[in-house]
């Protein structure tokens, strides 16, 4: 077998698990039923809010808390913020016993999100009396931003989530909460460039709300289900069995939310995820803060590839959520070979043509059926998404909208090849730092606003 026809055979198996696994998460995804809810006073409730600069939003975001929940003790973590993000927590302590501050100074501050997380895991550890239940202490963890939906601790509570005690986590669904922003009067450019920015916030709603939806759909039934960094929870005892295996419930990886649910599947505990429920946060309106965030995305999720082995050993992963779990792992990495193998296959195969049949024209006669190929298998798969949310999100707006949505999709997965490369070569020189990506109410201008350390 020649090298290009090795490639070829390769291509096709990479072609097959991409397109199958489009069905193996459309098909629970479209069938999924109503989830049962419970009664919140079973559980004690406590909210982890992680904050670093966030004096624009941490007010409105402990108001809309404790008026939603009233039940919840709400603990925001300031990592030494260089604006007014304490005083705001503070003045609001003042007036409400629910909600308290975790201080972190530099030079201990500022060293990730996990480690926020953990000051607030051991101080809310240390606050509880000694004979405290730690099964029926919830932890919600919801970004300084985030609104979360009040059914959320009904949903929670429900029988197939911490009603049941092999749950130790639970991931609510992801909305974008600025989708609906009035349009503006802009004109000339300024209309061109808000146009392009709520296509950004409208194509990031589709893919919580369809795309990454649908793969949680799929973990409920390989019991892999991930967890996000935003409207997470954790059942404290689960969080103490982590720690005792492993140290501290959150780790270093630049994914921590997915991190931490691999560690509590290794525990043995499941991780579910409810899609009745949902956290709203800002979608990112600019190109450069979007690959910022989405290359660390794809970083940590290279980063997590080292639990690979850790998974297939484990007892406690079937076969199909060691399988699921792995590719999601090195999907990244998957995305790195075909960003090589598909352009040069298709550069080989036309001029192959070519000099076949004599000229371009004369080989495209030839091999017509080329073309709905491409649509089938490298389209399609990402533009059913436009379709999806039409049908599940604005069933009474123009069908035609779901395709056009569809087709705007397709385009946008293409910043993920940007992502990946991005990822590699930071995994590859050992970069790992981060600052935070900037809340839009800020007015510093729509620059790259995570340096890379």
Known sequence: MSVFESAQALAFVLLVLFLSYVALILVPFLRRTKEESGDPSAFEWHVFVPCRDEETVIGDTLARLRRTFPQAHVWVVDDDSDDGTAAVVESAMHDDGMIHLVRRVRPHARTGK?????????RLGAWLPADTDRSKVIVMVVDADGRMEENALRQASGPGVFGDPLVGAAQSAVWMSNVDEPRGEEKGWGRLKAGFSRYLILMQDIEFRTTIAAMQSLRRHTLTVGLGGNGQFSRLSTLDAVAASAGQPWHGAL???????????LEGYRTVYMHDTHVSQEALPGVRRLLTQRTRWCHGGMQCSVYLKKIFDSPNFSNLGAIEASYFLIQPFIQMAGL?????LFIVMIAQGVLNYGSLLSWFSAAWFVLPLIVLT???????????YHRQVTPGRNRLLGLWWGLGYWLYMYQTYVCVVRAAYRLITGKTGWAKTRRNAETTGDKLLAKEA
């Open 114 to 122: 996990g480690d926020a997380l953990n000051a607030a895991y051991r």
């Open 255 to 265: 994914l921590e939310d997915y991190e931490l649910a691999i560690h509590i599947m």
């Open 340 to 344: 090589i193998l598909w352009p040069t």
């Open 378 to 388: 490298g389209i399609l798969p990402f533009a059913l998404w436009g379709v999806v």
